[in-house]
């Protein structure tokens, strides 16, 4: 069975669509940002804990505090992008469990009273709404940077705090000159899928 999703669809979101590392200086809105976030807050979560968090980096002050976290590959990358976004999991998200599972609103307490199974809950789920995140830049017709070269407790307190954990950088913007790698390769059907 073919996929239902238009071909044109498929490349954009996944089979053309590559890892930018040089960007035009086109202006990201921040109603893109907005639609970008209103199509991906429908992803899947456990509990629909919804843990991702994500602090914008528009003013050329903060940019130059964040650059200096950044691996140093990563800088002049980070420095020129048309927007920066630090993805980061709330470790209290469960606050908002009640308004989020509210046929379940003891989740709160049955499953996440303890800061270390919330840490843990949160940088799974967090990380799976990165990724809708990166598709959801791609469906805008941006494309997205995402890095982990970077210091990490240097971003937490820089930016965040103690109940916020940061899972990566995401540079977006419209794909500049030279703006690709060549695509690395990927382990074939056989080499991942097994059947028990």
Known sequence: MSLVLDPAAQDLLFREARTANTFTDEPVTEEQVQAIYDLVKFGPTAFNQSP?????????????RLVQHMAEGN???TSTAPLVAILSADNEFHEELPQLFPHFPQAKDAFFAERPVREGSATLNAALQAAYFI?????????????????FEGIR?????????????????????DAWFPRSPRLS???VVTTV
């Open 75 to 77: 800088q002049a990358k």
């Open 157 to 177: 307190k820089e930016f965040l705090d103690d109940d916020h954990t940061p899972l990566m950088v995401v540079n977006i913007g419209k794909p500049g000159e």
């Open 135 to 151: 598709i959801g830049v791609r469906a805008a017709g941006l494309a997205a940077g995402p890095m982990t070269g970077l210091d």
């Open 52 to 64: 991702l968090r994500v602090t914008l980096v528009r003013s050329a002050e903060a940019r130059e």
């Open 189 to 191: 059907y056989d080499e």
